[in-house]
């Protein structure tokens, strides 16, 4: 069986008419598409198509399309009363509530009423395609197609085929995302998809952190923002996409992957779940907020004048020791480059995945005199440092003092494995790994849906590649064999590739 995506009369339905479904509905007119919008609130499909066609007016006034299309787009848009009037479309969408039952019922009457060759599919963002097809007399033609919000701003959809999915409507549905000028990436089904398996890496790694004291919610969103590349900070991001949303999303990943441990959630955002704290919508969440939703957060205190003696770098991790001594060189340093510390240097090392104290033990340092820094990104706009849990604050702040000596900001945080910065992102890389291996999706698509649907500055793969792949193995390695938990072991598609010494797009045969 196959579709005609291209003709000139494809029609869409779309059941559902709140911000997803409208939004669906836009892109739809816009390319070209006849569109028939339901809701099951008396008016709000003729709301969501006066709103859209607001949004076209306001295109032709800004130039960006003529008068004449934007009319003509609008008009595309009919507004229907029954599921009865969606006999003749090819495609429908549904964008109602994520309940499963809601659904299946829904998708039940609707096989009663299209064509035999009409695509069948769910914008759900938590359900499985494959069970919210069980029971339907022909799953073989029902697919995920899922949108991100605000649909108009973001292109990516995620095409998803179930268990018993035809190629053919995949295909079909990547076509037609083409046409709404989205961004599809093809993949089968799994608890969050694509886009939302990826994004738990980001903000649950970032509250494991907090949690156990190695830095505040402040210190890491600048971290992540400075250091990471990011355009938020992870718990930015969950003030603006509230807890509401965040907190049972990683549940249900959690839940539905049998307790995985790499989606381990954390009490820091649960606490603030129960309590009704969510962020920016309720004006309180990981921050606090003034009169004008601005975030109130203390200013970082100033440098110390701080300068030590005499500086020892460690040798252990040959690229660490060698980015770390060059930029000591830039600042003017006293660096020792005996093989051993002096009685009164300060020793720094540069560790991927261990902490401060793991280093100073096993290379035989003073951990008095330790202070950890993270050389795995460039150290151009923020640095972070680490110290042991006994190092003395004379040589901690002497280390702060001279990396800060150039202007560039610096972050101390608690001895942690992985600093801030490595955890997070190496715990991204590793669940793109693991999707990969898992055969959901390619490592390109997961990129390219990283990338578009979580603005990240790049995809897990890109990232490793840039960073080192063997380097991002060792830091889950270290952190895996210093905590003891299952949740960093490295995915064996990562482990391969770093031991192989190729890039993580590697694909198999």
């Known amino acids: 069986m196959q579709l005609d995506v291209n003709r000139s009369d494809l029609i869409i339905g779309v059941?559902?008419?709140?911000?997803?479904?409208?939004?669906?509905?836009?892109?739809?007119?816009?390319?070209?598409?006849?569109?028939?919008?339901?809701?099951?609130?008396?008016?709000?499909?003729?709301?969501?198509?006066?709103?859209?066609?607001?949004?076209?007016?306001?295109?032709?006034?800004?130039g960006s399309m003529t008068k004449e299309a934007a009319a003509a787009a609008t008009a595309r848009i009919k507004v229907v009363q029954s599921l009865a009037d969606f006999k003749p479309c090819h495609?429908?969408?549904?964008?109602?509530?994520?309940?499963?039952?809601?659904?299946?019922?829904?998708?039940?009457?609707?096989?009663?009423i299209v064509a035999p060759d009409c695509i069948l599919a769910s914008n759900t963002s938590s359900l499985s395609i494959t069970t919210i097809a069980a029971k339907l007399k022909t799953p073989q033609r029902f697919a995920g197609?899922?949108?991100?919000?605000?649909?108009?701003?973001?292109?990516?959809?995620?095409?998803?085929?179930?268990?018993?999915?035809?190629d053919w409507v995949c295909e079909a549905l990547v076509a037609i995302g083409k046409r709404m000028t989205r961004e599809p990436v093809r993949l089968t089904d799994a608890p969050g998809f694509l886009v939302n398996q990826v994004g738990r890496g980001f903000t649950l790694e970032a509250s494991h952190l907090v949690y156990e004291g190695v830095a505040g919610f402040p210190a890491v969103d600048r971290v992540m923002r400075d250091v990471g590349g990011f355009r938020m900070g992870p718990f930015e991001l969950m003030e603006l996409t509230g807890l509401d949303v965040t907190q049972p999303a990683s549940e249900a990943v959690y839940t539905q992957f049998f307790h995985e441990p790499r989606y381990r959630p954390n009490l820091i955002m649960r606490s603030r779940y129960d309590a009704g704290v969510l962020g920016r919508k309720t004006k309180k969440g990981f921050y606090e907020y003034d009169a004008d939703m601005k975030p109130i957060v203390a200013p970082e205190p100033a440098a110390p004048a701080a300068w030590p003696a005499s500086v020892w770098v460690s040798p252990a991790e040959a690229s660490g020791h060698a980015t770390l001594t060059e930029l000591l060189k830039k600042?003017?340093?006293?660096?020792?480059?005996?093989?051993?510390?002096?009685?009164?240097?300060?020793?720094?090392?540069?560790?991927?995945?261990?902490?401060?104290?793991?280093?100073?033990?096993?290379?035989?340092?003073?951990?008095?005199?330790?202070?950890?820094?993270?050389?795995?990104?460039?150290?151009?706009?923020?640095?972070t440092v680490m110290g042991t849990p006994i190092t003395d604050p004379v040589f901690r702040d002497a280390a702060h003092g001279l990396l800060a000596s150039d202007g560039v900001a610096v972050t101390v945080c608690r001895d942690s494995p992985g600093f801030i910065a490595q955890r997070i992102v190496a715990m991204i890389v590793n669940i793109g790994c693991s999707i990969a291996q898992s055969r959901t999706a390619s490592p390109a698509d997961i990129d390219k849906a990283v990338t578009l649907g979580l603005n990240y500055p790049q995809g897990p793969f890109a990232f490793a590649d840039t960073l080192g792949v063997n380097r991002?193995?060792?830091?889950?390695?270290?952190?895996?064999?210093?905590?003891?938990?299952?949740?960093?072991?490295?995915?064996?598609?990562?482990?391969?590739r770093a031991r192989l010494g190729v890039s993580l797009f590697t694909p198999e045969p």
């Open 15 to 62: 059941i559902g008419a709140g911000a997803m479904g409208r939004g669906i509905a836009q892109v739809a007119a816009a390319g070209s598409m006849q569109v028939l919008i339901t809701d099951s609130r008396a008016g709000a499909a003729q709301e969501a198509r006066d709103f859209v066609d607001k949004l076209f007016t306001r295109a032709a006034e800004k």
């Open 331 to 383: 600042l003017g340093a006293p660096l020792e480059t005996g093989a051993h510390p002096g009685a009164a240097a300060l020793i720094l090392v540069t560790p991927l995945g261990e902490d401060a104290t793991t280093c100073a033990v096993e290379q035989e340092l003073d951990p008095r005199r330790t202070v950890a820094v993270d050389t795995l990104f460039p150290m151009v706009k923020r640095r």
């Open 145 to 166: 197609m899922h949108f991100f919000n605000p649909v108009p701003l973001m292109k990516l959809v995620e095409v998803i085929a179930g268990l018993r999915t035809e």
């Open 91 to 112: 495609l429908v969408v549904e964008a109602v509530i994520e309940n499963l039952e809601v659904k299946r019922a829904l998708f039940a009457e609707l096989e009663g």
């Open 472 to 496: 991002i193995y060792a830091i889950l390695a270290a952190m895996q064999r210093i905590y003891g938990d299952p949740r960093y072991r490295p995915n064996i598609w990562l482990t391969r």
